[in-house]
């Protein structure tokens, strides 16, 4: 019972990571119909920026605090993300808006590759760790234990995203946000400039995939050029579980990812557990009674398959995503 | 494509072709003088091409986007890797399981495309991307409990083509003449190469070709016409599956070596690019593409770290990175401008470069 | 009334969400005979033959066709079985020629497959010269013949709906449902295209026509059904239906009145 509320407690916290990553791909896609295969790029450089400020700051000794130091890295990679993601859409893809729909997606596969091998050139092939100045500490939550910093992550990501649903819902741009996601034609005669909107988009995202990369970093401890790759297409799995275009999906889609992601790296070894089994080769029951009858099939290796099912799972069975709308085509 | 019919081809299409055939046959000659490596790269282009007309089916035919088409590479030269090496001591010959290669991948085309037939565009293409990388995984870490594919580790000491005691691998003379290894493989390869164009071609233009791309150009209308357009489209990623199988099993056996490394997202980029660079649905376009894309990187590594240790006294960036900084922006760069390949079928240029008119 | 119906429909109903795009549509249409099918706009009439044509899935009803039920049938299959349709927004195969867009219409009448195409033996040749015969015949006889090897994208308008026809024709229909096949065309064209519906009829097709052209109707239909909100209001000869005070209610609004008597 305790690996299970663990599990929760790290699936919560990782799901709120995917949760404001996915944010940024469903609000893209639901505007203007783009999956931004960049997107997952822009958390990793979010991730580097961070961790090259920090390190630079510590490297000259200031006498700042930890949180300062970390919040001056945030600030910076704010930036940079916002930077590149405005460039990203205005160069590569505000040309294509009315392409067909493969053009935009190999634009954005292109950018991906660029922006990967851009870090590459910048901050090299090894991994980077970041600079053991955060110390978490554990805290007992009924058998299971999280750390402040998970509680941060969580926390502040609730916050972030409670933000973003009250500018949307409550705020003009936010207005501007949801009548060009329905209707861009429409949304532009009624006097909205599309480009400041779908601008603000990216923008927001890249603020966004920023928070999430600092919080990648300093939850994991590593940062890497490939790392946003898969991140991001988990992020993109997540939002599309919750109902692409859809604010509430994307989180709601994030954290179940999260914990889906959690428990089934959790339980695999349990569940394809063969030890069981009656017909086993000679070196397989050897190994077996080495390891006490716990020999499994699939281990917590093919945590990441866990994402790419549930993305088939769900864009075969329900496209529309968790609190989607189902549309219906009419010929 | 819009058939033309050539009753009789003039006499200079047939010295035209003529030239083309003596120019490829000595062709591995005159890449053995740079070096055995160049017809190693030659040998690469046509395995490329073979894979790039694959997934020209799928995606140019049939305009189904398939983001994963390098499982079914991988497919084919782990069936190949398994079943001739010291792996599990199995050592067919080539010629009973290129055919098993090509119909385990053509299987597993119709198992991945089945749960897709549904699905839109970006859809499509996540899905299929996801498909690619379960394989990928699998590949990666069927090694424990049960050791089936070694892992990253891979596969190695794969059996060259054999022939009794005639193998590919080894330099050796035929017909008097001196070959190297890569030499001989180039000739099977042209063979296997040209049966999969003209195969490519005789799809194009028949019954089921144009199934295909009435279903690319109109799904619906192509329903109401009596396409059953479920088993055409099963029937395009088998096909393309089957071909990118062929092509995986030639690869693990040139290579003599196979990991999971090879067959990963990017491998899938590549060849996508190479039927987009080329153009879409059009055979020479894609063979054109496949071509400059093997040929390209390779120019580039021998020429950019000299270029730069000339330019800068050192190497800023390596040739790998060089590489994919410059596929990147080619490929972001031809869809701003060039969205119709470098040489689209006349068909493709206009549905991209023309808005599209229709009154939905 | 069995032998001599084609197609009949009872009780068909369909709903999209609140609208009830069609309730309670019930209609016979004879061998033979051209069958209009009028009604203001938002009426059912195209939503009927998406319903026909397996394209959407009727809540309610059934129909019959050629003695066969036509239930739960996917688009593919109702053209197989005999129907064939044109769209009223025109969905040719934009990047084909006109030629290869009625080729395709041979689909469903031909059967060389994958093997078919890769090895090209003869009988798979001989049903290619087959199709590629028939499809130029076809265009002749809708009148684009000329333009067989442009691309349909390039064909004038007009062009464009006799071309969605050959499509159709190819498909050796026992029924041709077509939706406002005079739709922008001006008067010489709809002659035309009054003459052409006429010679399909004259060899042996039976015709469903969605028209707006009032004259085109009256002049070619032999009967005639009138939807309006979904529902069926009046059925039968092209003069019954024309003074029929539910239609002109229907088109004109009910506080207008024709009178007729002078």
Aim: with cysteine; net charge positive; charged share 15%.
């Amino acid at each position: 019972m305790e690996i299970l509320l663990q599990q929760i407690i790290n699936g919560l916290t990782l799901g709120s990571v995917y949760a404001l990553v996915a944010l940024g791909y469903t609000m893209v896609y639901g505007i203007i119909g783009l999956i931004n295969f960049a997107h997952g790029e822009v958390v990793m450089i979010g991730a580097m920026v961070s961790l090259s400020v920090v390190t630079a700051l510590l490297g000259a000794q200031l006498p700042l605090p930890t949180a300062v130091i970390i919040l001056v890295g945030l600030f910076v990679a704010i930036l940079v993300c916002i930077t590149i993601a405005y460039s990203m859409e205005k160069i590569a893809y505000r040309p294509l808006r009315k392409a067909p729909r493969l053009a935009p997606l190999i634009t954005a596969i292109g950018m991906s590759i660029i922006l990967q091998n851009a870090a590459l050139v910048v901050w090299g092939r090894n991994y980077r760790t970041f600079p053991p100045i955060i110390h978490p500490t554990p805290h007992e939550l009924l058998g299971a234990t999280m750390t402040d910093l998970q509680m941060f992550i969580v926390v502040l990501a609730a916050i972030l995203m409670a933000a973003l649903l009250f500018v949307v819902q409550r705020t003009r741009l936010g207005m501007a946000m949801r009548a060009t996601a329905q209707n861009p034609q429409v949304a532009g005669l009624m006097g909205i400039d599309i480009n400041v909107v779908i601008s603000a988009a990216f923008v927001i995202g890249a603020a966004l995939a920023a928070v999430a990369g600092l919080m990648v970093m300093t939850y994991y401890g590593i940062a890497h050029y490939y790392m946003g790759f898969l991140l991001g297409l988990k992020a993109f799995t997540a939002a599309v579980l919750g109902g692409i275009g859809n604010l509430a999906g994307a989180m709601l889609g994030g954290i179940l990812l999260g914990i889906i992601e959690a428990l089934g790296a959790g339980y695999i070894g349990d569940v394809s557990n063969i030890c069981g089994f009656p017909w086993l080769s000679d070196s397989l029951r050897e190994q077996c009674a080495a390891s006490d009858n716990q020999v499994s099939m699939f281990g917590s290796n093919y945590q990441d398959v866990f994402a790419f099912f549930v993305l088939i799972l769900v864009l075969i069975f329900r496209p529309s995503g968790l609190l989607g709308e189902r549309v219906s085509e009419r010929a | 494509m819009t058939k033309r019919r050539v009753k009789r081809a003039p006499p200079k299409v047939w010295a035209g072709v003529a030239l083309i055939v003596v120019a490829l046959a000595l062709l591995p000659f005159v890449a053995a003088l740079a070096g055995q490596a160049w017809v190693r790269i030659l040998n690469f282009a046509m395995i490329y091409t073979m894979l790039a007309l694959g997934l020209n089916i799928v995606v140019g035919f049939a305009g189904l986007l398939d983001l994963g088409y390098i499982a079914f590479y991988a497919v084919g030269a782990y069936v190949y890797a398994l079943l001739a090496s010291p792996h599990f001591g199995i050592h067919l010959p080539f010629w009973v399981i290129l055919p098993l290669g090509a119909g385990l991948a053509c299987i597993f085309g119709v198992l991945l495309g089945a749960p897709t037939l549904k699905l839109r565009g970006d859809y499509l293409a996540i899905v299929t991307l996801g498909f690619g990388e379960i394989i990928r995984i699998f590949l990666n870490n069927l090694n424990a409990p049960v050791n089936i594919t070694n892992g990253p580790q891979g596969i190695n000491l794969i059996d060259p083509f054999r022939i009794g005691s005639f193998s590919l691998a080894r330099a050796g003379p035929v017909l008097g003449i001196d070959f190297s290894g890569p030499q001989k493989y180039y000739y099977v390869l042209l063979l296997l190469t040209i049966c999969v164009i003209v195969i490519n071609i005789r799809l194009q233009n028949s019954r089921l070709g144009r199934a295909w791309e009435a279903i690319r150009e109109d799904e619906v209308a192509a329903k109401a016409m009596g396409i059953n357009t479920r088993n055409v489209k099963l029937l395009a990623f088998a096909m393309g599956a089957s071909f990118g199988g062929i092509a995986g099993a030639i690869f693990s056996a040139t290579q003599q070596f196979v990991s999971p490394e090879s067959f990963g997202l990017f491998e899938s980029i590549i060849v996508l690019a190479m039927v987009v660079l080329g153009g879409m649905g059009n055979i020479p376009g894609v063979i054109l593409g496949a071509v400059m894309l093997t040929l390209l990187p390779e120019v580039l590594r021998y020429t950019m770290e000299p270029l730069q240790l000339a330019l800068f006294g050192r190497v800023l960036l390596d040739a790998e990175t060089v590489r994919l900084l410059v596929f990147g922006i080619a490929l972001v760069a031809i869809m701003l401008y060039r969205p119709a390949g470098l040489w689209p079928s006349a068909v493709r240029k206009r549905e991209l470069e023309t808005p599209k008119v229709v009154a939905e | 009334m069995s032998t001599l119906s084609l197609l009949a429909a009872k009780g068909i109903s369909k709903r999209f969400g609140g609208v009830h795009a069609l309730s309670d549509v019930s209609f016979t249409i004879n061998h033979g005979e051209i069958y209009g099918l009028i009604g203001p706009n938002g009426a059912g009439k195209t939503s009927l033959f998406n319903v026909l044509t397996g394209i959407y899935t009727a809540d309610d009803g059934n129909f019959i066709f050629d003695g066969e039920p036509l239930d739960r049938v996917k688009p593919n299959e109702v053209a197989e079985r005999g129907i064939a349709r044109t769209f009223q927004n025109i969905r040719l195969f934009q990047n084909l020629s006109a030629l290869e867009n009625v080729m395709i219409g041979r689909h469903v009448r031909t059967k060389a497959g994958v093997f078919g195409a890769m090895f090209r033996d003869k009988n798979t040749l001989a049903e290619e010269a087959a199709i590629e015969k028939r499809a130029y015949e076809l265009l002749g006889y809708v009148g684009v013949a000329k333009r067989a090897n442009d691309l349909a994208k390039h064909l004038a308008y007009g062009d464009q709906r006799r071309l969605e026809i050959a499509r159709a024709l190819a498909t050796e229909p026992k029924l041709l449902a077509l939706d406002e096949p005079a739709a922008g065309m001006n008067a010489t064209e709809t002659q035309g295209l009054k003459r052409l519906l006429e010679e399909i009829r004259r060899d042996g097709i039976t015709i469903l026509l969605i028209e707006h052209d009032m004259k085109l109707v009256m002049s070619v239909c032999d009967r005639v059904l009138v939807l309006d909100y979904g529902r069926k209001i009046a059925e039968g000869s092209a003069a019954e239906v024309q003074n029929d005070p539910k239609v002109i209610a229907a088109y004109l609004g009910s506080e207008v009145s024709l009178n007729l008597k002078g």
